[in-house]
């Protein structure tokens, strides 16, 4: 049993006026992710003075997504962990009435941090949801075809950038205080970790690590079914590897690891000849290629990152076991050391996000620190409901990562896999709620998960059904 947005629409078809209405959430959401792409370029070099107010310019584009949704039918409010996503909205709600009598209350800049807090929490849950039902596959190409047009000039740029001193206003911005100026991580004294178009090199990261699942994509599928040129493939692909080989992030390359072998899981999946043979090789050769060539071409990135590689490996082996692999998983744990000092209902949504840092404030009676994201969801959240929204986040990534498996497979491509492979790392416990950023690039591209992985089931269903296409259930044995 399918959860569609009305009864019978699939055999009558889309009517004009609501074909209109998801053409136009189609566009609202390639516009939401140009401006995830271009709102660091916006705030550093274009309306430094108005960054603060810039970084909330894809809120309204997503309030319109919902009202078109809402009008036309393409929100599925009978989706389980829609609900449940609505529901936790609610609570928070809720918790900020219920804070602003404890501590959170004497916090001058709180009920700023609140709002913040809540529209990183909750405000872009139902879009995955949505795209899921609209997407179509042109729209989804188009999309990609889009992303590898931009790899070349962000490529061109992060070199620019890595080669600049890191104080240079091609990396801060054009903001003449330094209070308005983006100052990245540094890797030495020479060198930056390059933000690209991004106001911080997470930003970049998330650029470069889900272009790579769309280049690796297209290499696998056949010749025939590629919807862009072998020679563009191939810049598009260079780009990235450039972006990969001067970012000087570790976490870009262990994430890019995870890519290449969500590569080889796709051949193992879809089980086709000719294409599982590609699905195994041309990621292998990929990956040597960049491994032998890092070296020959970027010479002085390659240096930089093996020195900031050995150096960061002896710091954190100092305080954590098997060094970045460690401290990844230390994501998994922190949140139990604030399990039983912080209150039932949590000091106060939003204070142990990022403008909270930026405005320094600090939490009276709190002297831990937050550092990943589940260990935020207790601080704002409490014990409680903060447990309970890892779980959902838990159960929504390996229901993601069925869908995927099974549209790959059905559709006989790797992309929903590659695409879970990049996103399904940021919604399990990634900065989620911590990071701009990883907020939009999350929820966006859990949708574009979605909708890749139901493609096929609105071709196969045809016109009639193509505007609806379905959202899966989450316990399908159990709606049957």
Same mark, same amino acid.
């Not at 692999?325 to 039932?344: E, N, S, W």
């Given at each position: 049993?399918?959860l569609?947005?009305?009864?019978?629409?699939?055999?009558?078809?889309?009517?004009?006026?609501?074909?209109?209405?998801?053409?136009?959430?189609?566009?609202?959401?390639?516009?939401?992710?140009?401006?995830?792409?271009?709102e660091?370029?916006?705030?550093?070099?274009?309306?430094?003075?108005?960054?603060?107010i810039?970084?909330?310019? &894809?809120? !309204? $584009?997503?309030? *319109?997504?919902? @009202?078109? #949704?809402f009008?036309?039918?393409? /929100?599925? =409010? &009978?989706? !389980? $962990?829609?609900v *449940?996503?609505? @529901?936790? #909205?609610?609570?928070?709600?809720? /918790?900020? =009435?219920?804070?602003?009598?404890?501590? *959170?209350?004497?916090?001058?800049?709180?009920?700023?941090?609140?709002?913040?807090?809540?529209?990183?929490?909750?405000?872009?849950?139902?879009?995955?949801?949505?795209?899921?039902?609209?997407?179509?596959?042109?729209?989804?190409e188009?999309?990609?075809?889009?992303?590898?047009?931009?790899?070349?000039p962000?490529?061109?740029?992060?070199?620019?950038?890595?080669?600049?001193?890191?104080?240079?206003?091609?990396?801060?911005?054009?903001?003449?205080?330094?209070?308005?100026?983006?100052?990245?991580l540094?890797?030495?004294a020479?060198?930056?970790?390059?933000?690209?178009?991004?106001?911080s090199?997470?930003?970049?990261?998330?650029?470069?690590?889900?272009?790579?699942?769309?280049?690796?994509?297209?290499?696998?599928?056949?010749?025939?079914?590629?919807?862009?040129?072998?020679?563009?493939?191939?810049?598009?692909?260079?780009?990235?590897?450039?972006?990969?080989?001067?970012?000087?992030?570790?976490?870009?390359?262990?994430?890019s690891?995870?890519?290449?072998l969500?590569?080889?899981?796709?051949?193992?999946?879809?089980?086709?000849?000719?294409?599982?043979?590609?699905?195994?090789v041309?990621?292998?050769?990929?990956?040597?290629?960049?491994?032998?060539?890092?070296?020959?071409v970027?010479p002085?990135?390659?240096?930089?990152?093996?020195?900031?590689?050995?150096?960061a490996?002896?710091?954190?082996?100092?305080?954590?076991?098997?060094g970045?692999?460690?401290?990844?998983?230390?994501?998994?744990?922190?949140?139990?050391?604030?399990?039983?000092?912080?209150?039932?209902?949590?000091?106060?949504?939003?204070?142990?996000?990022?403008?909270?840092?930026t405005?320094?404030?600090?939490?009276?009676?709190?002297?831990?620190w937050?550092?990943?994201?589940w260990?935020?969801?207790?601080?704002d959240?409490?014990?409680?409901v903060?447990?309970?929204?890892?779980?959902?986040?838990?159960?929504?990534?390996?229901?993601?990562?069925?869908?995927?498996?099974?549209?790959?497979?059905?559709?006989?491509?790797?992309?929903?896999?590659?695409?879970?492979?990049?996103?399904?790392?940021?919604?399990?416990?990634?900065?989620?709620?911590?990071?701009?950023?990883?907020?939009?690039?999350?929820?966006?591209?859990?949708?574009?998960?979605l909708?890749?992985?139901?493609?096929?089931?609105?071709?196969?269903?045809?016109?009639a059904?193509?505007?609806?296409?379905?959202v899966?259930?989450?316990?399908?044995?159990?709606?049957?």
């Open positions: 049993m399918r569609s947005a009305s009864a019978g629409s699939a055999a009558e078809g889309p009517s004009p006026a609501r074909e209109k209405g998801r053409r136009r959430i189609v566009a609202l959401a390639t516009l939401f992710y140009l401006l995830l792409i271009f660091g370029a916006l705030r550093k070099w274009v309306l430094p003075s108005h960054a603060d810039l970084f909330f310019v &894809r809120d !309204p $584009l997503a309030v *319109a997504i919902y @009202a078109l #949704a009008r036309h039918s393409f /929100l599925p =409010l &009978r989706q !389980p $962990l829609l *449940a996503g609505i @529901a936790f #909205a609610t609570v928070g709600l809720l /918790l900020i =009435l219920v804070q602003s009598a404890g501590v *959170a209350g004497t916090i001058e800049d709180w009920p700023i941090l609140a709002a913040y807090g809540w529209r990183n929490y909750f405000l872009y849950i139902p879009l995955p949801f949505i795209l899921a039902r609209t997407l179509q596959r042109p729209d989804i188009r999309l990609i075809k889009l992303t590898l047009a931009l790899t070349v962000v490529a061109i740029l992060v070199f620019l950038q890595f080669r600049a001193a890191p104080y240079a206003p091609i990396n801060v911005g054009f903001a003449s205080s330094v209070a308005e100026q983006f100052r990245g540094t890797v030495d020479e060198h930056t970790r390059p933000m690209g178009l991004f106001t090199d997470v930003g970049q990261t998330e650029f470069t690590v889900s272009s790579l699942a769309m280049v690796l994509s297209l290499w696998i599928l056949p010749a025939a079914r590629r919807y862009v040129r072998t020679w563009q493939l191939i810049v598009a692909t260079c780009a990235v590897l450039t972006c990969l080989a001067v970012g000087e992030s570790r976490g870009a390359m262990v994430h690891g995870i890519i290449v969500a590569g080889f899981v796709s051949g193992l999946v879809i089980r086709r000849s000719g294409l599982s043979t590609r699905a195994i041309l990621p292998a050769v990929l990956a040597a290629l960049a491994v032998v060539l890092y070296p020959i970027f002085q990135g390659y240096s930089t990152f093996v020195d900031r590689w050995n150096r490996a002896v710091a954190e082996s100092a305080v954590i076991k098997y970045i692999f460690g401290r990844a998983l230390y994501g998994f744990v922190d949140f139990f050391k604030l399990m039983g000092t912080t209150p039932v209902l949590g000091y106060g949504l939003g204070l142990a996000g990022n403008a909270s840092l405005l320094g404030v600090t939490i009276p009676g709190f002297h831990g937050a550092e990943t994201d260990a935020r969801h207790i601080v959240l409490g014990p409680i903060g447990v309970m929204f890892i779980l959902y986040r838990i159960v929504l990534v390996a229901w993601l990562g069925r869908v995927c498996l099974a549209g790959a497979r059905a559709a006989a491509d790797p992309l929903p896999i590659l695409w879970f492979a990049f996103v399904g790392v940021e919604l399990l416990y990634g900065q989620l709620t911590g990071h701009g950023t990883v907020n939009g690039y999350g929820w966006l591209f859990t949708g574009l998960c909708a890749a992985a139901t493609a096929n089931e609105q071709a196969a269903a045809g016109p059904s193509a505007a609806t296409s379905p899966p259930p989450l316990f399908p044995n159990l709606l049957r």
